[in-house]
């Protein structure tokens, strides 16, 4: 009689009392009277590992991005953490999650213009009436993330001059 099996890794068989693993995956076990017949049976015990199943999950995300394993959601709040579950052979697999981070892009918009001026930015018109606001670019920064845009315009005073001065019917100003 044979024993070839392919194990998990971290289990073990014991035939005839003794125990066989992977420190000692082979050997003979010899049962007295083990037949049906009356007769000495043998055992040949040749057992093969399965090889440990580790993943590693190492991403960079925009903040907000998640990644689910397992049914478990890491995100910036959580972002690593080990996962075991099940491999298509019965084992255990591992899996090691590491996410980091891009940081947030932020920029602000602070400038003056005349007071009939308008700024379009991001497709919104920002005038003297509405000079401020936050825009949101979907992907706009260098790494595919948002980009924001926090708008704060203002605005110079109209300049309003009276020129009242006497002249001739025959003068003229320039």
């Known amino acids: 009689f044979e024993i070839d099996s392919l ?100 920029n602000n918009l602070t400038t003056t213009l005349c007071s009939t001026d308008t700024l379009a930015v991001n497709g919104t018109d920002y005038f003297s009436g509405n000079s401020t606001g936050t825009e949101v670019i979907l992907g706009g920064s260098f790494n595919g993330c948002d980009s924001t845009i926090n708008v704060s315009l203002g605005f110079f005073p109209v300049i309003t001059n009276n020129l009242e001065d006497t002249l001739c019917s025959t003068d003229i100003i320039l």
Not at 20 to 33: C, H, I, K, L, R
Not at 38 to 48: A, K, M, T
Not at 55 to 74: A, K, Q
Request: hydrophobic share 35%; charged share 10%; glycine share 8%.
């Open 7 to 106: 194990l998990c890794p971290g289990t073990s068989i014991t035939v005839n009392g003794n125990l066989y693993d992977a420190s000692n995956p082979t050997g003979s076990e010899t049962f007295v009277n083990g037949s049906f017949l009356g007769c000495d049976s043998i055992v040949n015990i040749n057992l093969n590992f399965i090889a440990d199943i580790i993943t590693d999950i190492n991403s960079t995300l925009c903040l907000g991005e998640t990644v689910s394993v397992n049914g478990n959601t890491y995100d910036e709040i959580n972002p690593t953490g080990t996962e075991v579950m099940t491999s298509y052979q019965g084992c255990d697999s591992t899996i090691n999650v590491t996410l980091s981070f891009f940081p947030e892009v932020i």
